[in-house]
């Protein structure tokens, strides 16, 4: 009887444990105070009336799309805003840090990322965003927000990799960089790295080290038009 007591005892601490790491990172449970705290400077954000984007003002309604995701998992959720812009979209991500919000990065078009691991991709186009000439795949890794501030320049510290597609009517082959993580030991080098072509094998050598066997996942159903009632429903 002892024993089978014992056994319960362990049982219930290893539940209330799982509990308990699902709340600290906003998962099903009660959400923490960053969660809280990044919902409502989002849906702040979201109602102004417009966003200063490239050269023009970026309305800020229902055309406007935005999706929440906690890339890195650790509790804050990060914004992706998607808007209409010339002949393809255009959009740009956000986190929270301790003095505000921070842009992270502009891009064309979201391709996913890889759960758990802190590494999402998008897509960005040549020729001034109106034709698709083969382009970019970008790879980013989301680092601890909690390190930075709203003033810094936080994409240098995110791209680790990325691809100049094939374009074909040029007869141009795909070309593959990688920088890796931007550290305070490689910031000498970094910039030098990721602008230095590697082969195919070692690139994905690269990306495997940080992704491991984690398959994309594609989120582009996610999107959600920016309106009252869905900030009050997913902003929470």
Same mark, same amino acid.
């Given at each position: 009887?002892?024993?089978? /007591?014992? *056994?319960? *005892? ?69 914004? /992706? ?38 590494? /999402?991709?998008?897509?960005?186009? =040549? ?18 927000? *909690? ?18 597609? *094939?374009?074909?009517?040029? =007869? ?65």
């Amino acid at each position: 009887m002892k024993r089978l /007591f014992a *056994a319960t *005892a362990i049982l219930l601490l290893l539940i209330t444990g799982l509990v308990c790491t699902s709340c600290s990172k906003g998962g099903g449970g009660t959400k923490s105070k960053e969660w809280k705290n990044a919902m409502e400077t989002y849906k702040k954000f979201l109602t102004k009336d417009s966003v200063s984007w490239i050269t023009e003002d970026i309305v800020m309604d229902e055309s406007m799309k935005f999706m929440i995701k906690d890339i890195n998992e650790d509790g804050t959720p990060e914004l /992706f805003l998607r808007a209409p812009y010339r002949d393809v979209c255009w959009c740009e991500s956000y986190t929270v840090v301790s003095d505000g919000i921070m842009e992270m990065t502009a891009f064309d078009e979201f391709n996913g990322y890889y759960p758990g691991t802190g590494v /999402f991709s998008y897509k960005t186009y =040549e020729n001034d965003h109106m034709l698709d000439q083969g382009g970019f795949t970008w790879f980013y890794f989301m680092d601890d927000a *909690a390190k930075y501030s709203a003033w810094d320049e936080y994409s240098r510290a995110l791209g680790v990799g990325y691809i100049k597609n *094939a374009y074909p009517e040029i =007869e141009r082959t795909a070309q593959y960089y990688w920088g890796g993580i931007l550290t305070e030991e490689n910031q000498d080098t970094y910039s030098e790295d990721i602008k230095n072509p590697i082969s195919e094998d070692e690139f994905n050598t690269n990306l495997k080290e940080l992704i491991g066997d984690t398959k994309l996942e594609s989120i582009t159903e996610e999107w959600l038009p920016n309106t009252e009632e869905n900030r009050n429903t997913y902003l929470k």
